[in-house]
């Protein structure tokens, strides 16, 4: 009966440690709305300002990858996309004036990404562990975990966590086919 009573004393912390209050999930709720919004309206200078310092320094990369200066991970999928629509759209020259910001702007404005109409999903759930927040977004069967940090007084998209999450569901899906 004591271990039955610790263990529910550990679950009752643990949830509130992943818990947030009312006002965290407002501003949450708040800076990721503005960007689904900005996303969606293709207002790519204020979207921007929603993206995390590791996602404009993972966009400053792949201008390092599409110079040939850096090479990509291994499991980088969405990424090489990326290099490539950069080396199809830029010279080298124009390339090397860019910067990761640069980058995302342009591919906002030139509507290469796929959350053209990301703002109309609605939000699952919000929570917070490991020191970022997560927005679920999508539906019940089928959604996503943006992970955000908050960074400059805003809490910001962390793009690196969502294209490894995107480019591990593509891999999965692609070895559940090969096997068939």
Not at 91 to 120: P, R, Y
Request: with cysteine.
């Amino acid at each position: 009966i004591m271990n039955f009573k610790k263990m529910i004393i550990f679950i009752m912390m643990s949830f509130c440690l992943f818990s947030m209050s009312q006002t965290e999930k407002d501003k949450v709720l708040k800076d990721f709305n503005a960007f689904k919004k900005n996303y969606s309206d293709r207002n790519a200078e204020e979207t921007v300002k929603y993206f995390s310092k590791s996602s404009i320094e993972l966009y400053d990369k792949m201008l390092k990858v599409a110079l040939g200066k850096e090479n990509l991970d291994g499991d980088a999928f969405l990424e090489s996309f990326i290099v490539l629509s950069i080396n199809s759209n830029f010279t080298a020259s124009e390339i090397e004036k860019l910067s990761g910001k640069d980058i995302i702007v342009w591919s906002i404005n030139e509507g290469l990404d796929s959350f053209e109409n990301f703002n109309v999903l609605p939000i699952l759930d919000i929570y917070q562990k490991d020191g970022y927040s997560f927005v679920k977004l999508g539906y019940e069967t089928d959604n996503i975990d943006f992970r955000l940090s908050y960074e400059e007084g805003l809490w910001k998209v962390d793009l690196p966590y969502i294209l490894s999450l995107v480019g591990q569901a593509v891999k999965t899906r692609s070895e559940e086919h090969t096997s068939e």
